[in-house]
C-alpha cells in the first residue's frame, strides 16, 4: 500500500523520466545488438532483423493492452489464454464461413468479453485483479480446451495468412500494424482525458475517484481494450502460424508481462508508457533471439523470461526508492 | 504491551470465521448431495475413500498456500517446484537408491525455491503474485531442461508404498496429510510465530514496531511452502512411481481455490486452516465427481475457478454487509 504512495513521484519527475527511461532502453537495445552480432553471424542480416521485429510486434500487441490495465495500477494474468480462446474461435468463423473479416469480429470481440469479465470481477465483485484474472485465466483456458478437444484447425486462405507472414516493401505486415497501434495507443495514453484518467487512477485511485473520474468504468474500460488487443494478437498468430490449437495461447503469459515490465511500466500504476512497451517487446524478443542463434536449449527461454521479470520489478523499486530519497 | 497490535489480529479473524462458517461447508453439502444423487459410483466406499486419499497431496500444499495467503502473499510457483522436487527426488534414487539422500535433495531444491520466494517479497518488496510468477517460469522451464522432457521411470518397486501403503491399516498419505495438519494447526494457533503470520497481513508495519522481525517471518513462511512442496513431490513420485516434467504443473491453481474456497481471505490477514480442509475436500469431490461423469479434466479446471469466483462473490457480498 505504501508503495503505491511513494511511487505516485511529482508529474515533473515523471515528465523527465520518460526520457532517461527512453535513454536505457536504448542502450540497453544497442549494447544487445554489438553483443549478437560478435556471437552470431546469423544476427545482424536482413531477414532475421526483419523477423525480430515481427515477433516482438506480436509480443507488443499483447503487451500495450496489458500496460493500459498495469498503468491503472491492475494486472491481466489472463491475456495468453484470452489469446487462446480468440485464436480458436476465430480459426472456426475463418474455416467455416471463409471470411477472415468475420474471424477477426468474433476473435477480438471474445477477446472484449474476457476482458469485459475480468473488469467485472475486479470493479462490481470487488476481488483483487491478480486473483480474478488468474481464475479467469483457468476457466478461460478449460473452455478453449473443451472447445478444440484436441483438435488442429489449420489451412487458411492466403489473403488472411499475409497478415501474419506476408510483406509490404519488403517488411512484415504486422510491423505496420505494429506501427499503428504504437502511434494510436501512445496518442490514447498521453493525449486523450482518458489516458490521463488512467493515469490518475493508477497514480492513487483515491483521489482519482475523490476528482469525479469514474474509477470502474474505466477500470473495466482497460481491461477490455487488454482482452481486445490479445484478440487481435491472436489474429495475427493464427495467420501466422496457419493453424489453431488449444494451448496456442499457454506459454504468451510470461513474455507479456515481461515486455511490459522491461518498458519501464511500474507495476504499482501510474508510471509507464506504451513506447516503453514497444522497446521492451523489443528487448525481450531480441534476447531470446540471440538464445535461438546461440542454439540454447529453447527450454531456458520460461527461466529466462522469469527471471527477467523479477529484475525487472526489482530495478523500478530500487529506482523508485532512490528518486524518492533524492527528492 | 507493544504485542496488543498483533494479538488484534487473531481476534478479529476469530469473529469473521465464525460467520464464515455455512459458506465453504454448504457448498461441501451441496456438491456432496448433488454427486450422490446423480453420479452413479459415487457413493460408493472405495470412492469415497478414493477422494480423500486423492486429495492429500492437494492438503499437503494448501496449509502452507493458507499461511502465504493470509500475509497477503500468493505462491503462483508451488506447482512447479512440486514437480521439479519430484524430479530431483526421482532422479537422486534412481542411481543412489537412498530414500534419504533423495529426500534431503528434494527438500532443499524445495527450501531454496521457497526462501528466494520470500526473500524477494520481503526484502526487496516485490509483489508476490509476480515474484512467483517469475520463479514459476524459472522453476518449470528447470523441469523440463533436467529432464529433457522426458519421464524418469525405473524406481523401486518399494516406492509405491508410500503412496498405496498403509500404517495400521491408514493409507500412509492420509497418515502424513493428518501429520502435516495437525503440525500446522500448532504452528498457526498454538506458536508465536503463527500470531505473526495474520498480522504480516493485517497490519504488517505494526509487527515491525512490535519490535519483530517481519521479513524473516515471511521467508519462513515461504520457506515453509518450499519445503512442503518437497514433502508432497515423494508422495507424487510415489502415486505415480515415476516424475514428469510437467506432473503437477498448474495445482498451485487447486490449492489456491481451496484456500479461497475455505474462507481465507486475500487481504487482511484472515484466514482459516480447518476451512482449507474442508475447501480441499470441497475441490477433491467435485473434481472427483466430475471425473466420474466422464467430463474432461480441462472442464473440470473452469468448475474449479467459477467455484473459486463464487466463493469470493460470497466473500464479497458478506464482507459489505459487515
Known amino acids: 500500500m505504501t508503495t503505491v504512495e511513494t511511487t505516485a513521484a511529482s508529474p515533473r519527475f515523471v515528465m523527465s523520466g520518460d526520457l532517461t527511461q527512453l535513454f536505457y532502453r536504448l542502450a540497453a537495445i544497442g549494447l544487445i545488438c554489438v553483443a549478437l552480432s560478435f556471437l552470431s553471424d546469423a544476427f545482424l542480416t536482413t531477414n532475421n532483423l526483419l523477423n525480430v521485429l515481427r515477433q516482438a510486434s506480436l509480443v507488443f500487441f499483447m503487451a500495450s493492452g496489458l500496460t493500459l490495465v498495469i498503468l491503472t495500477g491492475k494486472i491481466d494474468l489472463s491475456v495468453g489464454a484470452t489469446v487462446g480462446l480468440s485464436a480458436c474461435l476465430a480459426a472456426t468463423v475463418i474455416k467455416s464461413t471463409g471470411s477472415p473479416w468475420l474471424g477477426a469480429v468474433v476473435g477480438i470481440g471474445a477477446g472484449s468479453l474476457v476482458g469485459l469479465a475480468n473488469g467485472v470481477l475486479v470493479t462490481r465483485l470487488r476481488i483483487p485483479s491478480f486473483i480474478a484474472t488468474y481464475g479467469s485465466l483457468w476457466i478461460v483456458q478449460g473452455i478453449t480446451y473443451y472447445y478444440m478437444a484436441g483438435q488442429t484447425i489449420y489451412g487458411f486462405p492466403p489473403g488472411f495468412r499475409a497478415l501474419g507472414s506476408g510483406y509490404a ?123 535461438n542463434l546461440l542454439a540454447v536449449n529453447a527450454n531456458w527461454q520460461p527461466p529466462v523470461t522469469g527471471a527477467i521479470i523479477i529484475f525487472s520489478v526489482w530495478l523500478d523499486l530500487a529506482t523508485s526508492a532512490r528518486s524518492q530519497a533524492s527528492a | 504491551m507493544t504485542d496488543y497490535s498483533v494479538i488484534d489480529q487473531p481476534a478479529a479473524t476469530k469473529a469473521s470465521i465464525l460467520a464464515r462458517v455455512p459458506g465453504v461447508a454448504f457448498m461441501l453439502v451441496l456438491l456432496f448431495v448433488a454427486f450422490a444423487t446423480t453420479t452413479p459410483g459415487f457413493t460408493t466406499l472405495a470412492n469415497l475413500s478414493n477422494v480423500v486419499v486423492q486429495s492429500t497431496i492437494l492438503l499437503i500444499i494448501a496449509l502452507p498456500m493458507t499461511l502465504i495467503i493470509m500475509t497477503e502473499g500468493l505462491d503462483l510457483s508451488i506447482g512447479a517446484v512440486l514437480t521439479l522436487t519430484s524430479i530431483i527426488f526421482a532422479s537422486v534414487l534412481l542411481p543412489t537408491g537412498s530414500y534419504a539422500l533423495a529426500f534431503a535433495a528434494s527438500s532443499v531444491v524445495g527450501i531454496m525455491f521457497g526462501a528466494v520466494n520470500g526473500w524477494l517479497i520481503a526484502v526487496p518488496r516485490i509483489p508476490p503474485f509476480v515474484a512467483t510468477l517469475g520463479t514459476l517460469g524459472i522453476a518449470q522451464g528447470l523441469c523440463l531442461i533436467v529432464t529433457d522432457g522426458q519421464s524418469i521411470v525405473g524406481l523401486p518397486p518399494q516406492l509405491q508404498w508410500l503412496y498405496g501403503g498403509t500404517i495400521l491399516g491408514i493409507p500412509v498419505p492420509l497418515v502424513m496429510a493428518a501429520l502435516a495438519y495437525l503440525a500446522f494447526h500448532g504452528i498457526l494457533y498454538h506458536t508465536r510465530f503463527g500470531t505473526y503470520v495474520p498480522a504480516l497481513g493485517g497490519n504488517r508495519e505494526a509487527l515491525r514496531q512490535a519490535g519483530v522481525n517481519d521479513s524473516l517471518v515471511l521467508v519462513a513462511v515461504y520457506t515453509l511452502g518450499g519445503f512442503m512442496a518437497g514433502i508432497a513431490a515423494m508422495l507424487l513420485t510415489a502415486r505415480m512411481n515415476s516424475a514428469h516434467p510437467t506432473a503437477a504443473i498448474g495445482m498451485e491453481f487447486d490449492a489456491i481455490a481451496a484456500v479461497a474456497v475455505g474462507g481465507t481471505q486475500f487481504e487482511r490477514g484472515n484466514g482459516w486452516l480447518f476451512g482449507t480442509l474442508l475447501g480441499v475436500v470441497t475441490i477433491g469431490i467435485l473434481r472427483n465427481g466430475l471425473n466420474l461423469l466422464a467430463i474432461p479434466s480441462s472442464v473440470q479446471v473452469s468448475c474449479v475457478g467459477l467455484l473459486v469466483i463464487l466463493a469470493l462473490f460470497v466473500d464479497g457480498l458478506r464482507s459489505t454487509e459487515e
Not at chain 1, 220 to 228: P, Y
Open chain 1, 169 to 291: 516493401l519488403g517488411i512484415p505486415i504486422p510491423v505496420y500494424l505494429m506501427a499503428g497501434f504504437l502511434l494510436i495507443g501512445g496518442f490514447f495514453a498521453k493525449r486523450t482525458t482518458y489516458g490521463q484518467q488512467i493515469y490518475a487512477i493508477g497514480a492513487n485511485s483515491v483521489a482519482a475517484r475523490l476528482s469525479g473520474i469514474p474509477v470502474n468504468s474505466r477500470l473495466v474500460l482497460v481491461f477490455i481494450m487488454s482482452g481486445a488487443m490479445a484478440g487481435l494478437a491472436s489474429l495475427v498468430f493464427l495467420a501466422r502460424l496457419n493453424s489453431a490449437e488449444g494451448d496456442i495461447g499457454e506459454s504468451l503469459t510470461l513474455p507479456t508481462i515481461a515486455a511490459v515490465l522491461i518498458g519501464g511500466t511500474s507495476l504499482f500504476g501510474g508510471i509507464g508508457t506504451v513506447s516503453g512497451t514497444f522497446f521492451g517487446a523489443l528487448i525481450l524478443t531480441l534476447i531470446l533471439n540471440g538464445m
